[in-house]
């Protein structure tokens, strides 16, 4: 009688472990969050992001944007999200979001895209040409060239000039600090024609500062608006690197973009 019942209880285990184990495979898998920073930044933009990022359960990689050419930028950046076997989400700062708008298209795990000052080019158009679309950028007269051995050049933000158009919502003691440690681009790259943009399949999201002098706020508004964004938020007075000075309220969209392509409510898309 005890051998029954001990075949019993251990049968009884087999199959609810079984059944566990087919609720976890058909259970979403929680999206990982591949953030890509912009021009004149590096991985550490997205410092004040990432922990709260973690806190909500995300698996989170901040890739180091090459910054060499648009199309092998977004190559790389491709390569990660293949090496990821569950879904997406993909969040590119400034010249970061030329780079998600081409690594996504062809990769069926990318489930939203989230533009956080991001440029979000149609085919042909290139950064530079977007941010001097419509008036209010001062970056261009804040850059200077460095030639590159291989021929062409390195564009950079002067230390001295950093602030107004990059970070003029932070401490200055940030704001040397995010100017010290600058990437440059190429000029090649910030000249550099988009291909096909996967902004016009994947559901995408938007947020940027009232008070950017880089990508001016007009042309951010008219890239969400031509992007059908689910939400765009304006940040009231935040600067260019909003996800330093901001970082709640971008990882709360993320979290969110995240969120909806799982299935939850989309929020309504609002304007200032």
Same mark, same amino acid.
């Given at each position: ?119 979000? /080019? ?42 107004? /158009? ?72 935040? &600067?260019?690197?909003?996800?330093? &000075? ?27």
């Amino acid at each position: 009688m005890q051998i029954k019942t001990l075949m019993a209880v251990v049968m009884a285990t087999l199959v609810l472990a079984a059944a566990h184990a087919e609720d976890a495979n058909n259970r979403p898998r929680t999206p990982t969050i591949i953030l890509v920073h912009g021009a004149f930044a590096d991985a550490s933009s997205w410092n004040g992001v990432i922990p709260k990022l973690l806190s909500d359960g995300y698996q989170v990689i901040a890739v180091a944007n090459p910054l060499r050419g648009l199309a092998s930028d977004s190559a790389y950046v491709a390569s990660v999200v293949k090496s990821i076997p569950g879904p997406v989400i993909l969040v590119g700062h400034s010249y970061g979001g030329s780079v998600i708008s081409n690594a996504a298209l062809g990769s069926d795990n990318v489930k939203a895209l989230v533009f956080v000052a991001g440029l979000a /080019p149609d085919v042909g158009e290139s950064a530079f040409g977007l941010c001097a679309k419509l008036p209010g950028s001062i970056l261009g007269n804040s850059t200077a060239a460095t030639p590159l051995p291989g021929g062409g050049n390195d564009i950079y933000v002067k230390q001295s000039e950093f602030r107004a /158009p990059f970070a003029a919502d932070l401490p200055e003691k940030t704001v040397q600090l995010l100017a010290a440690t600058q990437r440059p681009l190429t000029e090649a790259a910030g000249n550099e024609g988009s291909g096909e943009p996967a902004w016009k399949t994947i559901p995408s999201w938007s947020i940027y500062g009232s008070a950017d002098m880089a990508i001016p706020p007009a042309v951010q508004d008219f890239m969400a608006d031509r992007a059908r964004s689910r939400r765009t938020e304006v940040v009231k007075g935040a &600067s260019h690197v909003v996800m330093v &000075s901001h970082p709640n309220e971008v990882a709360k969209m993320i979290s969110e973009a995240a969120l909806a392509t799982a299935g939850s409510q989309v929020a309504r898309t609002t304007r200032p």
